[in-house]
C-alpha cells in the first residue's frame, strides 16, 4: 500500500504540553506535507519539508523528514485547547501532486 | 470565488438513488481532486482532473462512481444507485498547475440510508 501511516492514533495532553505525531511511508517522495482538519471537514494545510531538508519550523509547529528511514514527524510546542484536532501527513505520488493521505493523529489538547 | 466551494454541505438519500455533489474550484486553480472520507479514516483519492480532462480516475471504486468537469472549472461528483457503503465525506480540493499544495473545501456529508 502506498497509504502513510502514523502513529499514535489519538493524543490526549494538556495545555502547555507539547505533541508529537509520527508518520511513515514506503514511496521515494520530493516532498510531505502536514494538513489539519477540524470536525471531520475541510483540510488545512500546514506545513511542508522537502525531500532535501530535515527539519523545518513554522510558528509553534516543528517537521522534521528522514527520507533514509521514511517518517516525519510533527511536533507543536506549547499546544492550545485551539489544536484540538485531526492531523494528516501526506505526500504525492504518481509524477503530479496527487496527495495520499496517512490514517491520521486525533489530538485532543484539555485546558 | 476566494476558497473551494462544495455543495450540498449535507445530503442524505435512500439506497438506489442517484446523487450528485458539486465542487467550485478557486478561480484560476486548474487542478480540481476529489477524495472520499471514511470516519476515522485519512482522504482517500478517487479522481484528478487537470483542465477539462480526467488525469487519473484510478481511485474511483467502480462504474458507479463519476465526475465530469465540462468547462474545466466547476466539477461534478455523480454517483448512481448509492449504497449504504457510500455514505462518507466527499472533499474537493484545487491547486494552481505544478502546486505543491491543495487547498480543500468544506466537504460534501453523504448519508445513505
Known amino acids: 500500500s502506498q497509504q502513510g501511516e502514523e502513529d499514535p492514533q489519538a493524543l490526549s495532553i494538556q495545555e502547555g504540553e507539547n505533541a508529537t505525531m509520527n508518520c511513515s511511508y514506503k514511496?521515494?517522495?520530493?516532498?510531505l506535507q502536514w494538513y489539519r482538519q477540524n470536525s471531520g471537514r475541510g483540510l488545512v494545510h500546514l506545513i511542508l519539508?522537502?525531500?532535501?531538508?530535515r527539519e523545518k519550523h513554522s510558528g509553534r509547529l516543528r517537521v522534521t523528514l528522514d527520507t533514509s528511514k521514511k517518517s516525519s514527524s510533527l511536533l507543536i510546542t506549547a499546544s492550545r485547547a485551539a489544536d484540538t484536532a485531526s492531523y494528516f501527513c501526506?505526500?504525492?505520488?504518481?509524477?503530479?501532486?496527487?496527495?495520499?493521505f496517512g490514517a491520521g493523529t486525533r489530538l485532543a489538547v484539555h485546558p | 470565488g476566494a476558497g473551494v466551494s462544495q455543495t450540498p454541505s449535507n445530503k442524505v438519500t435512500e439506497k438506489g438513488k442517484y446523487v450528485e455533489l458539486r465542487c467550485d474550484p478557486i478561480?484560476?486553480?486548474?487542478?480540481l481532486y476529489w477524495y472520499r472520507q471514511s470516519l476515522g479514516q485519512g482522504p482517500e483519492f478517487l479522481i484528478y482532473?487537470?483542465?477539462?480532462?480526467?488525469?487519473?480516475d484510478s481511485g474511483l471504486p467502480n462504474d458507479r462512481f463519476f465526475a465530469v468537469r465540462p468547462e474545466g472549472s466547476v466539477s461534478t461528483l455523480k454517483i448512481q444507485r448509492t449504497e449504504r457503503g457510500d455514505s462518507a465525506v466527499y472533499l474537493c480540493?484545487?491547486?494552481?498547475?505544478?502546486?505543491?499544495?491543495?487547498?480543500f473545501g468544506a466537504g460534501s456529508r453523504l448519508t445513505v440510508l
Open positions: 482532473f487537470q483542465g477539462t480532462g480526467a488525469a487519473d
Open positions: 478561480s484560476g486553480h486548474t487542478a
Open positions: 514511496t521515494s517522495i520530493n516532498n
Open positions: 501526506a505526500f504525492p505520488v504518481g509524477g503530479y501532486n496527487k496527495l495520499i
Open positions: 519539508i522537502r525531500s532535501n531538508e
Open positions: 480540493a484545487s491547486s494552481f498547475e505544478g502546486a505543491n499544495v491543495l487547498t
